[in-house]
């Protein structure tokens, strides 16, 4: 059964900091390129960043260049995301996603908030 469970959300300041996780099972995470994406109320979901495997090779979006770093282990199945200076637009539901060719998994999301 395949399981992408996402965590490390919740509500922080302005400028503040915040570690998400994606940890995964019942798939060969090591062979899947790996993507967070975010969904903001009454928007579009958005890639945000992705990683790839084998290579590690990493690419985020433009407007958290600079902000957010994408990682992952796969000796522990798990994909992170380093969020750092968080604006109040990054408010949004963030979700891991998996893919390889024709397949395609999703978490569950995880809430961030970003207030004052």
């Known amino acids: 059964q395949v399981q992408l469970v996402e965590s490390g959300g919740g509500l922080v300041q302005p400028g503040g900091s915040l570690r998400l996780t994606c940890a995964t099972s019942g798939f060969t995470f090591s062979l899947y390129t790996m993507y967070w994406y975010r969904q903001a109320p009454g928007k579009e979901r958005e890639l945000v960043a992705l990683?790839?495997?084998?290579?590690?090779?990493?690419k985020v979006v433009d407007s958290v260049k600079g902000r957010f770093t994408i990682s992952r282990d796969n000796a522990k199945n798990s994909m992170y995301l380093q969020m750092n200076s968080l604006k109040p637009e990054d408010t949004a539901v963030y979700y891991c996603q998996a893919r390889r060719d024709l397949s395609l998994y999703w978490g569950q999301g995880t809430q961030v908030t970003v207030s004052s």
């Open positions: 990683i790839t495997s084998p290579g590690a090779n990493t």
